[in-house]
């Protein structure tokens, strides 16, 4: 995979990636909002494939599933950060959106071309040539990914059993 970065610092929390006031909208809505008060641009400026690289502590606060969602109705292939709070991290796998772990994650700069590996755990900035060692994913982890979250899998084990 490759995407543009969009960096961001650290406890960046889900209150910033889905405001509460747009909770009672569908995800398409709430992707509209998504960091609207730290970068108004990000939202509107964003394509699918770009990856969001945050600091130490991405994700924390409430537990709402809307964030990561939001993130990947975008089109964000992965969140990258040093580290993650749990419940963030949970949620990004559940609803299919690659949270990758890499403590060299402030070595990414905003606009960087960003290419990864996420079952080696590698990541390459092919802005400056550095590669970047990052926390391999498990299996069972890049298949709810590749299966589109925790739901979609379910329903596609369930379709396997009927059949």
Known sequence: MTGRAWVYG????????????????????IARHVLESVDPAFAPGVRPGDVVVGGRNFGVGSSREQAPAALKALGVAAV????????F???????????????????????????????????????????????????????????GGLLAQLEKRLAKERA
Not at 10 to 29: Q, S, W
Request: hydrophobic fraction near 45%; glycine fraction near 8%; include cysteine.
């Open 89 to 147: 991290y949970r949620n990004c796998f559940n609803v299919g959106l690659l949270a990758l772990t890499c403590p060299e994650a402030k070595r990414i700069r905003p606009g960087d071309a960003i290419r990864f590996d996420a079952a080696a755990g590698r990541i390459e900035n092919l802005t400056t040539g550095a590669a970047l060692a990052c926390e391999p994913i498990a299996p069972h982890l890049a298949a709810l990914v590749s299966d």
């Open 10 to 29: 650290d406890d960046l929390d889900t209150d910033v990636l889905a405001p509460g006031k747009y909770m009672k909208f569908a995800i398409e809505e």
């Open 80 to 87: 990258i950060a040093p580290g993650f709070a749990g419940l």
